[in-house]
């Protein structure tokens, strides 16, 4: 028995060779763009929405629970403390200012440019249980931190839960 009718396939077969799907150049660009839309829309799937890791114009920040307040802490860099708003409603942080842009563009040729200018705008919901009589705020080395205590009631509402074993 030669060795070609063992193979499965057969030895005649498949010697004509198919284009890969891939290899085309119209199903290539298809599988991109479809790529790109499932990957922008797998982002509003996310805690925050489409931009929630990646918000374009928004300064970052970093909410933090302490024992007796909150703090939020927002980056702003190259701002000028007179050039910051922040408001605050019983249960919203807002944050808006402007970054002026004070370059002289007439006799410089640049190759680059990624510094941002312009306004910004932030805002941060809040937990219940935060006096916003009391907060306070301070900007120091381009991080602007606004403290908010808790209410007494707050403070006093922490409830211990125990764990049953089944």
Same mark, same amino acid.
């Given at each position: !028995?030669?060795?070609?009718?063992?193979?499965?396939?057969?030895?005649?077969?498949?010697?004509?060779?198919?284009? /890969?799907?891939?290899?085309?150049?119209?199903?290539?660009?298809?599988?991109?763009?479809?790529?790109? %839309?499932?990957? %922008?829309?797998? /982002?509003?799937?996310?805690?925050?929405?489409?931009?929630?890791?990646?918000?374009?114009?928004?300064?970052?920040?970093?909410?933090?629970? !302490?024992?007796?307040?909150?703090?939020?802490?927002?980056?702003?860099?190259?701002?000028?403390?007179?050039?910051?708003?922040?408001?605050?409603?019983?249960?919203?942080?807002?944050?808006?200012?402007?970054?002026?842009?004070?370059?002289?563009?007439?006799?410089?040729?640049?190759?680059?440019?990624?510094?941002?200018?312009?306004?910004?705008? /932030?805002?941060?919901?809040?937990?219940?249980?935060?006096?916003?009589?009391?907060?306070?705020?301070?900007?120091?080395?381009?991080?602007? =931190?606004? =403290?908010?205590?808790?209410?007494?009631?707050?403070?006093?509402?922490?409830?211990?839960? =125990?764990?049953?074993?089944?």
């Amino acid at each position: !028995m030669p060795i070609r009718d063992l193979i499965p396939w057969g030895s005649n077969k498949g010697s004509e060779i198919t284009k /890969r799907e891939e290899d085309n150049p119209v199903f290539s660009l298809q599988r991109d763009v479809n790529r790109i %839309f499932d990957d %922008f829309w797998k /982002r509003f799937d996310q805690p925050f929405g489409a931009f929630g890791r990646w918000a374009p114009d928004g300064p970052k920040a970093d909410v933090t629970e !302490m024992e007796s307040a909150l703090e939020i802490s927002i980056e702003l860099p190259g701002i000028d403390q007179s050039e910051i708003d922040i408001s605050l409603t019983s249960n919203t942080l807002t944050v808006k200012g402007e970054k002026r842009s004070e370059r002289d563009e007439s006799d410089k040729g640049y190759h680059l440019s990624e510094r941002a200018y312009g306004s910004f705008y /932030r805002s941060i919901p809040l937990p219940g249980g935060v006096d916003t009589d009391k907060a306070s705020a301070e900007f120091k080395n381009g991080v602007l =931190t606004v =403290t908010l205590p808790k209410t007494q009631e707050a403070l006093t509402q922490v409830k211990k839960i =125990t764990v049953k074993a089944n």
